[in-house]
């Protein structure tokens, strides 16, 4: 039987990198996808194949998934974990900004699911892993737009999860936690960029050095362990609906299940720092 083949988007950096390694690690010919291609020099070295592709853009979404089923045939797990955050104030986050996240975190996810689908449904198997965050789960103040992209794609995993399953194709979640990336770099730039000066200066210089402070200590967990319980996933006879794992992520799930909303509201300003 020839090997399985995976896809991995966001594979040029952080989780995805570590995930198409643990995929390759097991087996797998996998595909690494990002728009960097410089960036996936790395793993093609180690035999992982690169692919240009961004996920807003359906032609490249198209081309990338014809040509892995030209090469190998078939696609047995597609990881969407192409993704940001674009933190800032609800009220000055500009609205294209926030559709291109939306864009980016959920649009392309389930484009390429729907793409990678009719595959999984010919081959009576498949799994398709969505990451969203334990940001799916819970909420910050000034990540708004970004916790709506992640519960969007809870729900939206959720609903396929339930249609799939007739086809033989799993839909598995994973949540990860403070995870060290180039992730919390990013969304603090964009928080900045939105809201630095005017009405919410003080709460978004709180949030950004919270961001700032998390990805530069030792604190978050390495990439490696989502790319582990990716691995724990896709070899599971049946896996687990959803797999949150990394820094934090358990305790504030079950925090946010337990508390009520304005006590959690209390716990989570404090944790950031926000003004009172
Ligand atoms: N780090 C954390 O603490 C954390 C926590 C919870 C959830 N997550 C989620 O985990 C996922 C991976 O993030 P990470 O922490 O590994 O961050 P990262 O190091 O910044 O990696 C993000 C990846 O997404 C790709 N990407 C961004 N926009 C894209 C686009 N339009 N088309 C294709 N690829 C795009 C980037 O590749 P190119 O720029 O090269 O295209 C990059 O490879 C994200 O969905 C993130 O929201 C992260």
Not at 140 to 157: C, M, Q, R
Not at 213 to 225: G, I, K, L, M
């Given at each position: 039987m020839p090997a399985k083949t995976a896809l991995v988007t966001g594979a040029s950096s952080g989780i995805g990198e570590a995930t198409a390694l643990k995929l390759h690690e097991l087996g797998y010919t996998v595909y690494g996808a990002a728009r960097r291609t410089d960036r996936l020099q790395k793993l093609a070295d180690r035999g992982i194949r690169p692919l240009a592709m961004d996920v807003t853009d359906d032609d490249s979404m198209r081309a990338g998934i014809e040509k892995i089923t030209a090469e190998t045939g078939r696609i047995d797990v597609l990881v969407n974990n192409a993704g940001y955050g674009s933190y800032g104030a609800l009220e000055d986050v500009p609205l294209d900004e926030a559709r291109y996240q939306f864009e980016v975190n959920v649009f392309g996810a389930i484009r390429l699911t729907q793409l990678v689908l009719p595959r999984?449904?010919?081959?009576?198997?498949?799994?398709?892993?969505?990451?969203?965050?334990?940001?799916?789960?819970?909420?910050?103040?000034?990540?708004?737009?970004?916790?709506?992209?992640?519960?969007?794609?809870?729900?939206?995993?959720?609903?396929?999860?339930?249609?799939?399953?007739?086809?033989?194709?799993?839909?598995?979640?994973?949540?990860?936690?403070?995870?060290?990336?180039?992730?919390?770099?990013?969304?603090?730039?964009?928080?900045?960029?939105?809201?630095?000066?005017?009405?919410?200066?003080?709460?978004?210089?709180?949030?950004?050095?919270?961001?700032?402070?998390?990805?530069?200590?030792?604190?978050?967990?390495?990439?490696?362990?989502?790319?582990?319980?990716?691995?724990?996933?896709?070899?599971?006879?049946?896996?687990?609906?959803?797999?949150?794992?990394?820094?934090?992520?358990?305790?504030?799930?079950?925090?946010?299940?337990?508390?009520?909303?304005?006590?959690?509201?209390?716990?989570?300003?404090?944790?950031?720092?926000?003004?009172?």
């Open positions: 999984m449904r010919a081959q009576r198997s498949g799994t398709v892993l969505n990451v969203t965050s334990m940001g799916g789960k819970i909420y910050t103040p000034l990540g708004g737009w970004y916790h709506g992209t992640k519960f969007a794609l809870e729900a939206l995993s959720d609903c396929l999860r339930l249609e799939a399953k007739p086809f033989g194709v799993n839909v598995v979640v994973i949540e990860p936690g403070g995870i060290a990336t180039e992730w919390g770099a990013i969304a603090a730039d964009k928080l900045e960029k939105s809201s630095a000066d005017g009405a919410y200066a003080a709460q978004a210089a709180a949030v950004a050095s919270s961001l700032r402070s998390e990805a530069n200590t030792n604190r978050n967990s390495p990439p490696s362990v989502i790319a582990d319980a990716i691995g724990k996933a896709v070899t599971a006879r049946r896996p687990k609906t959803r797999y949150a794992t990394g820094f934090g992520a358990r305790p504030l799930i079950a925090l946010r299940r337990i508390l009520p909303d304005r006590t959690f509201d209390t716990v989570i300003s404090r944790a950031v720092g926000m003004p009172r």
